[in-house]
């Protein structure tokens, strides 16, 4: 089993800052991916940024300049640094793993959810 604990959401003004992390522990041999997607009351689950081992970070467009995810390789924990927030980033932010198991499997695993809401 893997176990991932969100932190970090919450409500802030247009303008404002939230910093979002996601901590994996359990069952992992090795971390292929780990990053961040959003879901707005009336939208799809979106990509907002990614890791990918070996590779420079992935954001989407609305993100791009704003937005930072960084990772701490030695805690298995993801960060989001959110800057200018805006209302219509406003949606519950989730944590993805692409992790290798023990057993050598590679498996997806979903965080359960942490709100963001920017208020104009």
């Known amino acids: 089993q893997v176990q991932l604990v969100e932190s970090g959401g919450g409500s802030v003004q247009t303008g404002g800052s939230l910093r979002l992390s996601c901590a994996a522990s359990?069952?992992?041999?090795?971390?292929?991916?780990m990053g961040w997607y959003r879901q707005g009351p009336r939208n799809q689950r979106e990509m907002v940024a990614r890791v990918i081992s070996g590779r420079s970070p992935d954001y989407a467009d609305s993100v791009k300049g704003r937005f930072t995810i960084s990772r701490d390789n030695a805690k298995n924990t993801v960060y989001l640094q959110m800057n200018s927030l805006k209302p219509e980033d406003t949606a519950v932010y989730f944590c993805?793993?692409?992790?290798?198991?023990?057993?050598?499997?590679?498996?997806?695993?979903w965080g359960q959810g942490t709100q963001v809401t920017v208020s104009s």
């Open positions: 993805n793993l692409l992790a290798v198991s023990l057993s050598r499997r590679e498996l997806a695993y």
């Open positions: 359990g069952n992992i041999f090795s971390i292929n991916a």
